[in-house]
């Protein structure tokens, strides 16, 4: 026997059913499915390799439960990377961060030449990351690079600038103040959708340049700031290639980093266990500093 | 009316998908034949291997083997590799071998391991690097080839010094592909120019010291000696700790390791690298900068003396040096009178995952590609193709000196002089070069550093965060 509840649940759950927009879910599911088997399997497996000695072959190996952590956060090797990531994570905020904002800002003012301007800073994002290093490697060459030989000419010099410990994080994040890429055109696309009628409004009340980009602009490239402030997080703490091609961790240590840690734990010296154990705790410091900055960016 | 359209459209999205997900089940690849067909056997018996190597097997059997050549087809090399893969067939047509290029990654290495894991690596593979073959083998991606290798006609035309990191707990793991011996390579114009004599290349520590800074010449950016300090200078400062007397770390008989950092020898070794840097200033002035810009100072005239590799009298070439220019030397003795080179290269070795039939048919393939036909086949195809070969051979009874026309005599002879006196690379190096190399380039980077306390405080770190959890797991 039905209850009168249960007759009245019936054709609600059935237009909820039908109210599920199927070609969409159909269409997502894909990339669910490869997302759940390339991006979260393969987290899952490295947290569980990271319980282990983690053998390859016959695997898994034999279970250490978290030992391999407690290794970790004994080595001093390991502290000295994450030491040098946080590091270049604030020498990256500091001098590279922001030059794209101020950039984007400026040519949002420019309107001849824009487009060749846009043009000109798109351009050297065609050039190989490593192709670029390389070219500095060859300006920073303490006996005929290009820098020293320039400061030579002003009596300054010669500076070891990636074989000095104190001077080599600078000489491999400066390059980046150049500024210009993706970031610029992000940060200019989102200024050229602000609705000129409100900066014309703005303009006519008084409203001055420093005003305008402080109460019109800068508030609307929030949320491409915020964005591209945990991709810089992300790139930081995972990426490792510039600095192999740089200076492979040394002179030191001075820039050993934490992404080059699991890529050597794991591919040069086959401790598989530790390196997952390193990559679960980089998962967890991008993860709290994102926690935390999108928790800031919501109470502002 | 606007309901039923969307039902419609529904229903069309669905078909097609439906269709596509068909189209590409139908479409798809059989599905391929698993690399793991059975497990290895663990115990093989000397008659069952003997049966593998002089009576084959007739079965038909297919193997990968990762050693396609990568190159155009006008290259001469490939010429002779088709041919060899040809008349391998044409002996043993039950075997079938695919031969794959390795496919492309961060480093070969790693590509290896990586397939290796998930099961779809080669039956056979040539570039298990001396130094990285005992890790694979701890790791399981290496076949015990003991039982093949007591059956093996040729097992003495190997040298011990070759064989020396195949061998493993006396069980034998690989058997060399090939083979290079460091030694000094100098520029014999530059000898010239600064009164020395090209064909006397320094001896000892002292004479080495009194040639480089008469080859120094700061005022044409040219250093006596390109120092490998960047973080794999624990690899050519092993040398002089060897030329001093010791050795860097010491293997135990029980497989544990000693870490031998704050010894005489490695403080005499360091000593000797500060010098070179602080006191007589005869090496380049970015210490830490990579291999390969050593190479290229070395090769544009900006460094007179290096350490080198013998199998890379090719690169000179590459470069538009005369190989007449080139002098190489064992290196020169340390105040303990010894100067022992050390030998690199890589091993062929097979996959334990594989079946038994193919891990007997990759056997006489290794085994048919390092013979003495072909190994001289190949020298001599690399001879009339006008090629650099390699000086040095993987085995005692082909001598490469016999096919060479191309490298000037003397310096044929210092390859082989150098290959005399050979020594292996520091136990539990792929683990330890960190720890050393720090200690390395503080020195070479501060003036005021203090050796034994640098080394004291890299053997500390070292203990406590490789060698003793290694030497704790060894004894479990």
């Known amino acids: 026997m039905q209850t009168s509840l249960q007759i009245k649940t019936k054709p609600i759950k059935l237009l909820r059913w039908r109210k599920i927009p199927w070609t969409a879910v159909i269409f997502v599911m894909p990339s669910v499915a490869a997302f759940l088997l390339f991006k979260y399997y393969p987290f899952f497996q490295v947290f569980y390799m990271s319980l282990f000695d983690y053998k390859l072959v016959d695997g898994p190996g034999r279970f250490l439960g978290l030992d391999n952590y407690v290794l970790l956060l004994k080595s001093t090797t390991f502290w000295i990377a994450v030491y040098n990531t946080f590091a270049f994570f604030i020498l990256t905020l500091v001098f590279v961060f922001w030059v794209p904002i ?78 210009g890429g993706l970031g610029l055109l992000l940060y200019y696309s989102a200024l050229q959708g602000i609705s000129k009628e409100i900066i014309e409004a703005a303009q006519v009340d008084g409203a001055g340049p420093w005003h305008r980009m402080r109460m019109i602009l800068l508030p609307n490239l929030k949320f491409i700031i915020m964005i591209q402030f945990m991709l810089t997080l992300a790139i930081t703490f995972l990426t490792f290639e510039h600095i192999l091609v740089y200076t492979g961790g040394g002179p030191i240590n001075s820039t050993r980093v934490i992404g080059l840690m699991v890529y050597e734990t794991a591919f040069k010296e086959y401790r598989y266990g530790i390196s997952g154990a390193i990559s679960v705790i980089i998962f967890l410091i991008v993860g709290i500093i994102t926690y935390f900055q999108l928790k800031l960016s919501k109470v502002s | 009316m606007v309901k039923s359209q969307m039902r419609r459209d529904k229903w069309v999205s669905l ?56 190159g155009n087809e006008n290259d ?31 480093t070969e290495r790693q590509v290896f391991v990586t397939a290796m894991a998930g099961g779809s690596g080669p039956d056979a593979y040539s570039f298990a690097h001396f130094p990285v ?58 000898f010239t120019e600064a009164g020395l004599d090209p064909n006397k290349p320094p001896a ?40 001093a007397g010791g050795d860097l770390t010491t293997k135990n008989a029980d497989g544990t ?25 005869v090496v380049q002035k970015n210490v830490v900068q990579g291999y390969a810009e050593n190479h290229n100072d070395f090769f544009n005239n900006r460094a007179a003396m290096i350490l080198f590799p013998s199998d890379a009298a090719i690169a000179v070439v590459q470069n538009g040096i005369e190989l007449t220019d080139i002098g190489f030397a064992p290196f020169p003795a340390g105040p303990a009178g010894k100067n022992p080179s050390q030998v690199g290269g890589s091993y062929w070795i097979i996959n334990p995952q594989t079946s038994k039939a193919k891990q007997d048919a990759a056997w006489l393939y290794i085994t048919y590609m390092l ?22 051979s993987i085995r005692k009874d082909v001598d490469p000196s016999q096919f060479i026309t191309k490298i000037p005599k003397d310096l044929v002879n210092g390859v082989a002089k150098a290959a005399e006196n050979v020594q292996l690379e520091y136990f539990l190096k792929e683990r330890l070069g960190t720890y050393i190399t720090k200690a390395i380039q503080k020195v070479l980077l501060d003036e005021k550093a203090d050796i034994r306390a640098e080394l004291q405080a890299a053997q500390d770190l070292a203990q406590r965060e490789v060698a003793d959890p290694y030497n704790q797991d060894i004894k479990k």
């Not at chain 1, 351009?123 to 990351?129: G, H, I, L």
């Not at chain 1, 500076?159 to 103040?177: E, Q």
């Open chain 1, 102 to 179: 101020v950039q984007a800002l400026f040519l949002n003012e420019i309107h001849r030449w824009n487009r060749f301007y846009r043009f000109m800073f798109l351009v050297p994002t065609a050039v190989p990351t490593i192709a670029g290093i390389i070219l500095m490697k060859w300006i920073y060459n303490p006996d005929y690079g290009l820098l020293n030989g320039l400061l030579s000419k002003v009596g300054l010099g010669p500076y070891g600038w990636l074989s000095d410990p104190h001077m080599v994080k600078y000489a491999i994040v400066v390059p980046g103040i150049f500024g």
């Open chain 2, 15 to 70: 078909i097609i998908i439906l269709s596509m997900v068909l189209l590409a089940v139908g479409c798809s690849k059989p599905a391929a034949e698993p690399a793991i067909t059975e497990k290895p056997p663990i115990e093989e018996t000397p008659a069952a291997t003997a049966a593998a190597t002089e009576e084959p097997p007739k079965e038909p059997v297919e193997i990968t083997i990762w050693d396609k050549p990568i």
């Open chain 2, 76 to 106: 001469p090399a490939l010429k002779f590799v088709k041919e060899a893969f040809a008349d391998f067939e044409a002996k043993y047509p039950h075997i079938k071998v695919n031969h794959e290029a390795i496919p492309t990654g961060e």
């Open chain 2, 133 to 190: 073959i005992g890790e694979w083998v701890k790791q399981g991606l290496v076949l015990d080839l003991t039982p093949y290798w007591n059956e093996y006609a040729d097992k003495d035309q190997y040298t011990p010094a070759v064989m020396g990191e195949a061998t493993i707990d006396g069980k034998i793991y690989g058997l060399p592909h090939h083979m290079y011996v460091m030694g000094l390579a100098y520029r014999k114009h530059l």
């Open chain 2, 204 to 243: 000892t520590w002292d004479e080495f010291v009194d040639y480089a800074k008469k080859l120094t010449k700061p005022e044409q950016n040219q250093v006596g000696y390109a120092l490998l300090g960047m973080e794999w200078a624990d690899w050519f400062f092993e040398y002089y700790v060897w030329q």
């Open chain 2, 257 to 281: 390791v000693t870490l031998n950092f704050t010894s005489e020898p490695v403080v005499k070794a360091l000593q000797y690298w500060k010098d070179l840097k602080w006191t007589h200033k």
């Open chain 2, 371 to 392: 013979s003495k036909e072909m190994q001289e086949k190949s020298l001599l195809f690399t001879r009339d193709s006008g090629q650099i070969p390699n000086i040095l």
